[in-house]
């Protein structure tokens, strides 16, 4: 295949009414596609389903220090779930708090409690501060942005690189500026580049020292489990570096069975110090008369330790991987050689990020809605929206299922051609 840019102005004309012409043809039919978000598929759910009868009568519902889950009780979780997380995740049981169902809850919560109360050692509540910022590696998680927008936090966008953050960024400006109180991370299959942290990226943000005595890391390791080969990305300890640079307050970690289980009802974990924890759970105890501990319980009960949830992951890879190869098989046979677009194929986690000519994503996200195909809108992977060259789309395999999935991404790849012929038929003018 010849490059894009290297076409002559009929040959684009060509290459503009094929895909043109296609794309009627799919608009026509009137379809609803919908790519928009990580949700796993009704397969995956179904894996799941039998946990729904773990707790059958009163005696499952008692914990192995004698409490009955069905009453009020441990804010922090029960016994046996905190060691389920402490096995999987090589964090100490007692840094671990057992919450609702939702990481992003306690994420929110997290920041909310620090505007309003402070973090531990820190001077005051953030919004007493004047204007507080975080740090936004990007492209990143829609999710965590939204979040500092809601609550009126500047973000300040660092570039992802392979390694993980761009570390020199992160540094120039956490360690100059007090009024940044933190930094999103997701360390492990990153969203949505799919990228792990190297071990030197995590010893850097151990050993990092910002301007601000209440900075704190936001480690979101939504995808700790989530491995699509039998070669999964290995993530080093941040705890454990932590400890040998006495940085360990700095952290505040996050985990759920959100793709797991189900993601309705999953259970989710915050994980801190315990300078971190004892300041947090007088907050929890006015906040909350306590969370789901049957949910806790019946966790504990269908997996019993770590090695069942990673069979049991083993099982939702084989149902996702053969999407995410239709993905990229299907990118490369469509796009490989343009020169037009690249794209990540990611070991682990949940999305594919597609990166465009500069000035395409736009556009491509405008012509798949047309055609009935829904994306994650073009510019969310970024702070405020703001794509600075408008090009990344992310791409959420997961939901559909394998037919529907070839079809949306066959007609993506018509609308990329479409666009890029657009663009560059403007050099004729």
């Not at 920041?111 to 050692?121: D, N, Q």
């Not at 590696?137 to 829609?142: N, R």
């Not at 989530?226 to 705890?239: G, K, M, V």
């Not at 999407?323 to 037009?340: A, C, H, M, N, Q």
Request: aromatic share 10%.
């Amino acid at each position: 295949m010849k490059e894009f840019r290297t076409l002559t102005k009929d040959e684009l004309t060509e290459e503009y009414n094929k895909a043109r012409g296609a794309l009627k043809e799919w608009e026509a039919k009137g379809l609803k596609l919908d790519l928009t978000r990580g949700k796993p598929g009704q397969a995956q759910l179904d894996l799941t389903t039998d946990m729904l009868s773990v707790i059958s009568d009163r005696e499952d519902c008692f914990s192995e220090n004698g409490l009955d889950c069905r009453n009020y009780g441990i804010l922090d979780g029960l016994p046996e779930t905190k060691r389920l997380f402490s096995e999987l995740l090589g964090i100490p049981e007692q840094r671990i708090l057992v919450l609702g169902n939702s990481s992003l809850n306690a994420m929110y919560d997290t920041i909310t409690r620090a505007m309003l109360f402070g973090v531990a050692g820190g001077n005051e509540p953030w919004c007493r501060q004047g204007r507080i910022k975080f740090i936004c590696p990007s492209p990143g998680y829609d999710r965590h942005f939204a979040i500092c927008q809601r609550i009126g936090i500047e973000m300040l966008p660092v570039p992802m690189t392979p390694e993980g953050p761009d570390m020199n960024a992160v540094y120039d400006i956490a360690c100059s500026d007090p009024s940044v109180k933190g930094i999103w991370c997701v360390p492990k299959y990153s969203n949505p580049e799919g990228i792990t942290y190297s071990d030197e990226t995590v010893e850097q943000f151990a050993a990092l020292r910002p301007a601000a005595n209440d900075f704190r890391i936001f480690w979101d390791n939504a995808y700790s489990v989530h491995d699509l080969t039998d070669e999964p990305a290995e993530l080093a300890d941040i705890f454990t570096a932590a400890e040998k640079y006495g940085t360990q307050d700095n952290i505040f970690y996050f985990a759920s069975t959100s793709k797991i289980t189900f993601p309705g009802s999953g259970v989710a974990i915050m994980a801190a110090s315990e300078k971190n924890i004892e300041q947090i759970k007088p907050f929890l105890a006015t906040q909350t008369i306590g969370y789901d501990k049957i949910n806790q319980m019946r966790h504990v009960k269908y997996f019993k330790n770590a090695e069942g949830i990673r069979a049991h992951m083993k099982r939702h890879a084989a149902i996702i991987k053969p999407k995410f190869d239709i993905v990229t098989s299907t990118f490369e046979r469509e796009l490989g050689g343009l020169g037009i677009a690249e794209w990540n194929e990611p070991k682990g986690g949940y999305f594919i990020s597609l990166n465009l000519e500069d000035g395409l994503a736009r556009r491509v996200y405008r012509l798949a809605m047309k055609t009935g195909v829904k994306l994650t809108p073009a510019g969310a992977t970024y702070p405020y929206g703001r794509d600075p060259r408008d090009r990344n789309l992310r791409i959420a395999p997961t939901y559909p299922e394998n037919d529907e999935l070839q079809t949306a991404i066959d007609i993506l790849c018509l609308c990329i051609k479409r666009a890029a012929a657009e663009k560059y038929l403007k050099n004729f003018e």
